[in-house]
């Protein structure tokens, strides 16, 4: 019998198994060194994230205390401007009363001139003044009044 030189198939398989078990050894460091790195940079980025959060939310606290203050601003205008305004008409009460003569409800009643106003009637087409009825539409036409003046 003669003897081969070449080797098997299972010759070439178990080669190659120790081929890539050697490799695996000497990549293992450098693997786990990467993982490291990755999580490293995984761990920074969230840390970035959340001081970017903090930070948003405090610019979004800002604008919410600067529309508040904004508000209780307008708010004291609008204030000041009632008061103004109140004391205004007031005063320009009080300035009626002073020059209208007694201050009493019953003397200005028995001293003041008056108008007593009635409706009449309405206008008709021709200029004619005419009864109101139940039945007719006076939101179009002019409406005549009867004016008294009493002392």
Not at 18 to 21: C, D, S
């Given at each position: 019998m003669s003897k081969k030189t070449g080797m098997s198939t299972m010759g070439y398989a178990i080669v190659l198994v120790?081929?890539?078990?050697i490799v695996m050894i000497i990549s293992a460091p450098m693997l786990v060194d990467n993982y490291e790195m990755d999580k490293n940079k995984q761990a920074q980025?969230?840390?970035n994230s959340y001081q970017n959060d903090r930070h948003s939310s405090r610019d979004y606290n800002n604008y919410n205390q600067f529309q508040e203050?904004?508000?209780i601003n307008i708010t004291k205008d609008m204030r000041n401007i009632e008061r103004r305004l109140s004391s205004r008409i007031d005063e320009l009460e009080m300035h009626y009363r002073?020059?209208?003569g007694p201050t009493s409800y019953e003397e200005e009643e028995t001293l003041s001139d008056k108008y007593i106003c009635e409706i009449e009637g309405v206008k008709n087409e021709y200029g004619n003044t005419v009864e109101i009825t139940e039945d007719m539409d006076i939101s179009t036409r002019k409406i005549v009044f009867v004016c008294e003046y009493r002392r």
């Open positions: 120790i081929i890539l078990g980025e969230a840390q203050e904004t508000y002073d020059t209208s």
